[in-house]
């Protein structure tokens, strides 16, 4: 009923620059907050950074000062600017959001993407 579809990750080398899209279809009603989640292989999913409908942001500590998370609510689309790169950055990124369907206006639930790999190269 929602699609996420993250697009922009790839390989860069360290210091660099990259930026992920994730665009949001179907049979949405109402989204309420966004979010970037990374996971490295052997490690637990983490939170990178989320967004409220407000545009009042939060990011994990390690990423602060270097991504910027934004969206997009003409065309449900949140991005998240990744500059400095480090190789420590190196994970599958998913995209979250919190939303409601046309058919259950009421009900949010949380839905996933698939995921966008970002390699950084040392």
């Known amino acids: 009923q929602v699609q996420l579809v993250e697009s922009g990750g790839g390989l860069v080398q360290a210091g660099g620059s990259l930026r992920l899209s994730c665009s949001v279809s179907?049979?949405?009603?109402?989204?309420?907050?966004m979010g970037w989640y990374r996971q490295a292989p052997g490690k637990q999913r983490e939170l990178v950074a989320t967004?409220?409908?407000?545009?009042?942001?939060n990011y994990k500590d390690s990423v602060k000062g270097r991504f910027t998370i934004s969206r997009d609510n003409d065309k449900n689309t949140l991005y998240l600017q990744m500059n400095s790169l480090k190789p420590e950055d190196s994970a599958d990124y998913y995209c979250?959001?919190?939303?409601?369907?046309?058919?259950?206006?009421?009900?949010?639930?949380?839905?996933w993407g698939k995921g966008t790999l970002v390699t950084v190269s040392s």
């Open positions: 979250n959001v919190y939303a409601s369907t046309i058919t259950a206006s009421w009900r949010y639930m949380n839905y």
């Open positions: 967004i409220t409908t407000g545009s009042s942001t």
């Open positions: 179907g049979n949405i009603f109402s989204i309420d907050s």
